[in-house]
């Protein structure tokens, strides 16, 4: 079993990574709680709302925190904002390894951070594809473009799907459907209490999933209310999304393919009198190999899968 205790909130000070999600721990709190823990570790910490837990991980931070007393945790606003817990309130804290940390090893080396994001129901034509919907200030924060597949984690699973801009026609046939049947989409500002975290009632951004990815990340298994409530199928939840630095990656080439194609062709152009017929049928395979990337890349992008 994890190392976990209940801790009070506070908020972070000079903050080790300010492109992380923080968690800091006084050494005291470390040392009688999670001993095992070290600089750097991941933490899962929960918080309840009527009945459903809500989780997601952050990055302990065990350095300059003297302003914590033993029992305390400094966790950042978005991280408060994520769970809906004020400065003062009690929540639970886990010493545990998150579902996947191979997903996110290029992402540190390119230096970019994940976005915090609030799960809403997909709308028509999305269900039943892989693809998720987030705003294009998401994108821009992420650093990708339509198109481009993100890694979504929640506090169970992770998974990729291609990201998609959130439109205005699609907030219009979501905002449609929350008039016609208010009960089935709860308001996350009111169902965690965020109006009560700071001046703003803004929560974080919005990702659409549709059911099977918000079962796929085994989001409506932290509700334990004793009734069937929309809290079940896994909407409010918070979740880490992270740009898939493959598919990025993949993007940078499609985009070279006409440079690239030049230069193939310069080259033989320029050194024809010193390459011999097998240089030449190598440098004309590549070229082809970066043509069939790029169609295959701009099929791919082209649909929904």
Not at 62 to 87: C, F, K
Not at 126 to 137: A, H, L, P, Q, Y
Request: hydrophobic share 35%.
């Amino acid at each position: 079993m994890p190392d976990s205790a209940a801790l009070t909130v506070r908020s972070t000070k000079d903050w080790e990574w300010p492109n992380s999600y923080n968690i800091q721990l006084s050494p005291d709190t470390r040392r009688n709680n999670f001993p095992a823990l070290s600089h750097g570790d991941p933490l899962r910490i929960e918080a309840e709302h009527n009945g459903t837990t809500f989780a997601i991980f952050g990055k302990a931070d065990l350095r300059n925190v003297t302003h914590l007393d033993p029992g305390e945790i400094g966790i950042g606003s978005n991280l408060r904002y994520a769970l809906g817990v004020p400065t003062g309130e009690s929540i639970q804290v886990f010493d545990r390894t998150p579902p996947d940390h191979r997903t996110k090893r290029l992402d540190h080396v390119f230096g970019k951070r994940p976005v915090l994001c609030r799960v809403r129901k997909s709308v028509h034509p999305d269900i039943g594809f892989n693809v998720c919907r987030i705003s294009e200030t998401t994108m821009d924060a992420l650093g990708i473009t339509a198109g481009d597949r993100v890694v979504i984690e929640s506090a169970e699973e992770s998974t990729k799907l291609k990201a998609l801009p959130l439109r205005d026609e699609v907030t219009g046939r979501k905002n449609q459907q929350i008039e016609q049947n208010p009960d089935r989409y709860p308001d996350p500002v009111d169902v965690l209490g965020i109006r009560g975290l700071a001046e703003t009632d803004v929560d974080i951004p919005e990702i659409y999933l549709d059911a099977e990815r918000r079962n796929e990340l085994k989001l409506g298994q932290q509700s334990n209310a004793d009734d069937s409530t929309p809290l079940d199928s896994g909407v409010c939840q918070p979740v880490k999304v992270t740009r898939n630095a493959t598919s990025v990656y993949i993007r940078s080439l499609n985009e070279s393919t006409v440079p690239v194609i030049a230069g193939l062709l310069a080259t033989i152009f320029v050194f024809d009198p010193w390459l011999n017929s097998e240089g030449k049928v190598a440098i004309v395979v590549l070229g082809v190999l970066f043509i069939l990337l790029s169609i295959w890349y701009r099929v791919r992008r082209q649909t929904f899968g």
